[in-house]
């Protein structure tokens, strides 16, 4: 007899910090009509009150790993996690969003209120990713950050560049969202349920050694087709490049994270959670597309001039560096097993560094330059504070001691020694010095260059807050890690792992 | 403690250099100076224990999940580098304060050579092998902070990205060598690590470990074929590259070799690629130095000779060899490190670097005349110099071994030092004799703060050149032994006797005055083969970049077009090729072909459905397209009111209403239809359309294969009377069991609906009117 879903006693308390984000962009809708236009700097501290609320709330709920909604929702380790990388990178991007959309950088006017309203909901649904304990949900979590993701990125509705890449965004991401629905149907179909720990269940029960079912496979295919997608693997990655550089500047800092973070969370939540049985045939698939995407976007970044552009490929090598962490999975004991606290650990200091990144260039773009190479020239003598932070940001991006980006690669790189997958650690190795010439590039033009003749000034208190605390996050992230990494560590204990 | 409080000193007094600027004034540099003094002086109280077998470490966690501690070890080795690091430093220290004098960024130098120093410190000290590596990348970046100092020039530039990509790129190697010995050895302490000699040469994985080792050391000390980054970064204000150069950057990869010797050397491989990669180093450093005419760059050069002498003395790796490279370190910090600051001497005195323009100066500059002079001496290797004992040393080492590759290699040897003594003369003695000549400033005497440093360093390669036994047991024996891993007894002394070290070195000098007086017409000669060296690495930096570049270029053709066509059609085809693998490969997924009792009007409508489809796709119109894609939609209601889904039909058939009326709207605005693709592009996107429609066949068909599952008809069938009162099954599925289902469907069409409405309010309100669109 089918079961069906018991609404009589949902444990609500389990769900505060998505409900704070849901209430916050409902507040904001509301304010958007009452208030005056003039006034609607408030929204900004609404929403940073939002998501820091969130963010305060959230960690009452390490250790709990409970569920509610009949399963379908859970507040466990990773969810935890997850909430943190997404509440932090959303609160980062709120203080770099706030005067790029309130100072008319792009043609026409910005609203902002729409504009919070949307972060808040993609960022919701990334969070919903995070706590999915079923594959809708996981779908569910899925669209409603992609969504709102779209229509971010055309947000400059006057500018043709960012309207052309929202379009691809969109379109390909229907079409990615199409292959991955499909891939859950077949699941469904193999096992006959769509929760992820019942998915577990029945696959170890049904799995034997040798060749996996075809239809199993076929399954798995198509997920990690639409995943990839999701986060932007080679070759599903067309349309970041595209998108990262049409959208508004914050919008491509945003974007860069948190949906890449909520694609992250689903594959956690599908292939680890739910197919973990059949782990031994997506661990290698998973470390070739690691190595694919690790090598093209890091070489491909190396010709880009235009900033933003190399930005998008660079999150597309280090998106090749965060598969790897998932290519460990499942060959250590589970207590030790780091392959998903290196995935983990990855996505928050990757937060950091990116949108610090992102950050620069449009405190940049406020001082009337460009995005190309040739605007960061001399930026070190007209504002050495500025320049330092993009060093740094560039420096940890690069993997240099001791920045954040530094202690998530070598991570990633343990794990896989660990694993031993002494292949993907070498590519890792080879990929990031690779990734020295442009991110250098960057730097070398900063502090080499002749600055151009006129330098208007800008006054961007907000944003050069946000810079601050993204330099401190960056420094201090990776100095102090233990915490975090025992953070992340506690995913083990997130739900049992099947293997 | 000390330890920890000695290597992080520098990084915690660095931000505190503004303010000891404001108060120091002019005598900044002296009181900075007292900094890598109080080190120097710590570490010299542990001469005695280290000299009587002690060592010293202390460990703190860190991150320890990360395997990553704060340890620290002191041995002969360390001790020595430690020495030489502080000990210099104390007298750069000074020697900037009056090199950039009143120089506006003064401070900001002073704090990044502090933290330079605190890194330096960091990789000699280091027990754990990733603080090691987190040290080595800080020098990393602090010397290009240092390199980049005060500099906008395109030639600084190239210089700077070049100095940093070989070095990153290095270190990056390094880490995944680090990492997979410490995985191998089960323990990231050097101390544990270096005791497992025997099992890690034996290991299936040493040769990765090692050549990603040596990847890092080479490419930091400025080993052929990575040479070339070396001469560039002399952009650097004079007292960073004397300091880079002398004790410091470059002989961090020569660190890491004598450090790492107990647990990868002494295998064929470690003594074939050092040997060759040492020796090659250490005569085209030579070399080069040779015809150059920038002060600077002649040191820088023949920097990288002597590297190469160090690199092939622990490759070789015997007693002898490495008590030459200890005693040769210790030579070459001493004589470098004067030269680099009298070079500054002279700039600083003259306005000129250039040799060509500088001469007879021993009038105007006496006492930086007498210190160059003993400097170049012990660079020559001419008794009573400390440099002489290293020479000899060093030939020692090269004449104990015989056959024919020891033989050849000791004579490169022989013929790179008759090419330094050259240097020495051209560096040393030629600036202060012969005639005067014009310079761009008159020359005069440096201040004391810019003498000191020279005169200390000389004057102690002349002390111990003298007493040799002052330094013996105290550090040398140490060292070696440290780098062995095994006890040593050592004994040098200025003389050794008759042996074929000292012929050898008579034909050095014999050869090399003779070259030093006849310099003018050899080197243009020199200055023509020098121009070679395009056909070298230098040349394959930019090639190796030109290179990336245009991968980058024709995959950005290939795959980046920005047409949209495009990147559906890498999608499709991946997505296709990717899932054809399971479903025709393993053939076991149409095991149950069933096409039983297929009714006449399901052939009608599926005959309906594909020409309306065919007809969407070849319409020349928007409407027409449109209309046909309708007919898919409802065709498909049409399917499952065929098989008792009613509710969903009905969600289908509004769903479809309201897609055909938006997308009317929305492309009732857009420009005429034009048929853009050609017949090629059409017949290709056809195949693809078709190959993938044909997947999506099989996928279907496939999922027949599935197990029956237990239907829910019966369910409803049993319970819609007892459960929801009533008769009307398809009724109370509806507005009973899946009610909340119903009332999501009805909101999201009721919001579709709205977005119409709110399409066709804009169409009735004067579409041309944008600013009234905006308000609405």
């Known amino acids: ?499 | 403690m000390e330890l920890v409080a000695a290597v992080l000193a520098g990084f915690v007094i660095a931000p505190f250099v503004p303010w000891i600027r404001r108060a120091g004034r002019d005598y900044t540099g002296w009181i900075i100076a007292l900094v890598p003094l109080f080190i120097c002086v710590y570490l010299a109280t542990l001469i005695g224990p280290i000299a009587d077998g002690e060592t010293r470490r202390v460990s703190y966690d860190w991150i320890p999940s990360l395997h990553i501690n704060l340890s620290f070890y002191v041995d002969g080795l360390s001790l020595a580098f430690g020495l030489l690091i502080s000990g210099i430093g104390a007298l750069i220290m000074v020697y900037a304060g009056g090199y950039l004098k009143g120089h506006h960024h003064l401070g900001r130098l002073y704090a990044y050579l502090l933290m330079f120093m605190g890194s330096m410190l960091g990789i000699v000290l280091a027990d754990n092998i990733i603080t090691l590596f987190v040290f080595w990348e800080l020098t990393s970046i602090t010397s290009y902070l240092l390199i980049g100092f005060n500099h906008h020039e395109a030639k600084a530039r190239s210089a700077a990205l070049q100095a940093l990509v070989v070095t990153v790129l290095g270190g990056q190697l390094m880490l995944g060598g680090l990492l997979i010995l410490g995985y191998v050895s089960g323990s990231y302490e050097l101390t544990e690590i270096l005791t497992q000699g025997d099992m890690l040469r034996e290991h299936s994985l040493y040769v990765p470990i090692l050549l990603l080792i040596l990847a890092g050391a080479f490419t930091k000390s400025a080993q052929v074929p990575f040479h070339f980054w070396l001469p560039g970064a002399m952009e650097a204000p004079t007292p960073v590259s004397a300091y880079l150069h002398s004790a410091t950057m470059v002989k961090a990869g020569v660190y890491v070799l004598a450090r790492f010797h107990p647990a990868l050397g002494g295998t064929d491989l470690w003594t074939i690629i050092l040997v060759t990669a040492g020796g090659l180093t250490m005569i085209v450093g030579a070399y080069l130095a040779f015809p150059q005419s920038d002060l600077k760059r002649v040191l820088a050069y023949s920097t990288v000779s002597a590297l190469g002498t160090l690199v092939l003395l622990i490759g070789i790796g015997t007693e002898r060899a490495i008590e030459g490279a200890v005693v040769f370190l210790l030579v070459h910090s001493l004589y470098k490190g004067a030269l680099f600051l009298v070079a500054g001497i002279i700039d600083h005195g003259t306005g000129t670097r250039d040799i060509n323009m500088l001469g007879g100066l021993r009038k105007a500059m006496p006492i930086t005349a007498v210190v160059a002079g003993l400097a170049a001496l012990s660079m020559a290797g001419l008794p009573p110099m400390f440099g002489f004992i290293g020479k000899e040393l060093v030939y020692d080492a090269l004449v104990e071994e015989s056959g024919f590759v020891p033989r050849f290699v000791a004579g490169i040897t022989v013929a790179a030092n008759i090419l330094l003594l050259v240097i020495a003369g051209i560096v040393g003695i030629g600036p202060f004799f012969g005639r005067n000549r014009d310079t761009p400033e008159h020359p005069h005497e440096a201040p004391p703060s810019l003498l000191t440093g020279p005169a200390v360093l000389a004057g102690l390669g002349l002390a111990i050149g003298l007493i040799p036994t002052l330094f013996i047991g105290s550090l040398i024996q140490p060292a070696t032994q440290a780098i062995l891993g095994d006890p040593v007894a050592i004994s040098i002394s200025l003389w050794h006797g008759f042996n074929p070290a000292l012929a050898l070195s008579a034909i050095t000098v014999g050869v090399g005055v003779g070259i030093y007086f006849g310099r003018g017409r050899l080197r243009p000669i020199a200055l023509q083969i020098y121009d070679w060296r395009w056909y070298g690495p230098e040349r394959a930096f930019p090639r190796i970049m030109e290179g990336l570049d245009s991968i980058a270029l024709t995959q950005t053709r290939l795959l980046q077009s920005g047409f949209l066509r495009y990147y559906l059609l890498t999608i499709i085809i991946t997505t296709v090729a990717v899932v054809s693998y399971p479903l025709f490969g393993r053939g076991e997924l149409f095991d149950r072909p069933d096409f039983g009792d297929v009714r006449f009007y399901e052939i009608g409508l599926g005959v309906l459905l594909l020409m309306a489809a065919f007809q969407a796709a070849r319409s020349n119109s928007r409407l027409g397209a449109i209309a046909a894609l309708g007919v898919v939609g409802y065709g498909v209601a049409l399917i499952y009111i065929f098989y008792g889904a009613p509710d969903l039909a009905m969600t289908q058939v509004l769903v479809e209403t309201l897609m055909v009326v938006l997308l009317v709207l929305v492309f009732y605005r857009l420009p005429r239809y034009v048929q853009r693709s050609t017949r090629g592009n059409q017949v290709r996107d056809a195949i693809v359309a078709l190959t993938a429609g044909g997947m999506m066949t099989a996928l279907i068909l496939a999922s027949l294969s599935f197990e029956d599952r237990t239907t829910i008809s019966a369910y409803f069938d049993e319970n819609s009377v007892p459960l929801a009162h009533g008769r009307n099954i398809v009724n109370v599925i509806l507005v009973d069991f899946r009610a909340l289902d119903t009332l999501g469907e009805i909101t999201v069409l009721a919001v579709a609906a709205a977005g119409v409405f709110a399409l066709l309010r804009l169409r009735l309100a004067e579409p041309q009117d944008e600013e009234a669109d905006r308000g609405a």
Do not use: C
């Not at chain 1, 991401?173 to 019942?198: K, P, R």
């Open chain 1, 1 to 499: 007899m089918p079961r069906f879903v018991d609404l009589v006693n949902p444990d609500l308390t389990l769900i505060v910090p998505q409900l704070i984000i849901l209430g916050v962009a409902l507040l904001l809708l509301l304010a958007d009509v009452i208030l005056p236009k003039a006034k609607h700097g408030v929204l900004t501290w609404m929403s940073l009150i939002g998501l820091s609320a969130a963010l305060v709330v959230n960690f009452f709920y390490v250790g709990v790993n409970e569920t509610t909604f009949n399963g379908m929702f859970r507040a466990d380790d990773i969810s935890v996690f997850v909430n943190l990388v997404v509440l932090a990178a959303g609160i980062m991007s709120v203080l770099v969003s706030s005067s790029y959309i309130q100072n008319l950088e792009e043609p026409d006017s910005m609203p902002l209120a729409e504009y919070y309203v949307l972060l808040m909901f993609s960022i919701l649904g990334a969070m919903l990713v995070g706590a999915a304990g079923d594959l809708v949900m996981v779908f569910l979590g899925i669209e409603m950050t992609a969504l709102a993701s779209y229509a971010l990125t055309g947000f400059a509705r006057r500018r043709m560049t960012s309207l052309e890449g929202a379009l691809k965004y969109f379109l390909l991401g229907l079409f990615a969202s199409a292959i991955l629905v499909y891939g859950m149907a077949w699941i469904y179909g193999a096992t006959g349920t769509t929760s992820l720990d019942g998915i577990a269940a029945a696959l170890d029960s049904t799995v034997g050694a040798g060749n996996l079912e075809a239809s199993l496979l076929l399954a798995l295919l198509l997920l990690v087709v639409g995943l990839g997608f999701k986060v932007a693997a080679v070759p599903f990655h067309m349309w970041t490049p595209d998108a990262y550089e049409g959208a508004p500047t914050p919008v491509s800092a945003y974007m860069s994270v948190i949906p890449k973070v909520a694609g992250f969370a689903a594959m956690i939540r599908i292939l680890v959670q739910a197919l973990s049985p059949i782990r031994e045939d997506w661990v290698l698939l998973i470390g070739i597309l690691a190595v694919i995407t690790m090598a093209f976007g890091n070489i491909v970044a190396i010709t880009q001039r235009n900033v933003k552009r190399m930005l998008a490929y660079s999150s597309i090598g280090h998106t090749g560096y965060i598969l790897a962490g998932f290519a460990a999975f499942g060959v250590v004991v589970p207590a030790d097993d780091r392959s998903i606290s290196s995935v983990l650990y990855y996505l928050l200091a990757y937060s950091f560094m990116n949108i610090g990144a992102f950050a620069i260039v449009t405190w940049v773009q406020h001082r009337g330059r460009g995005v190309d190479l040739e605007d960061f020239n001399g930026l070190a003598s007209q504002s050495p504070l500025t320049a330092v932070a993009m060093t740094i940001f560039m420096f940890s991006l690069m993997g240099l001691p001791p920045l954040v980006g530094f202690y998530a690669k070598y991570y990633v790189i343990l794990a896989a020694v660990e694993a031993d997958l002494l292949w993907l650690a070498v590519a890792i190795v080879l990929a990031s010095a690779a990734s020295a010439f442009f991110y250098l590039r960057v730097v070398v033009a900063m502090y080499f260059s002749e600055p151009p003749e006129t330098a208007p000034e800008g006054n961007t208190p907000m944003l050069g807050f946000g810079v601050l605390a993204m330099v401190a996050g960056t420094i201090l992230a990776g100095i102090f890690s233990g915490q975090l990494l025992d953070l992340a560590q506690n995913w083990v204990q997130a739900f049992p792992v099947v293997l």
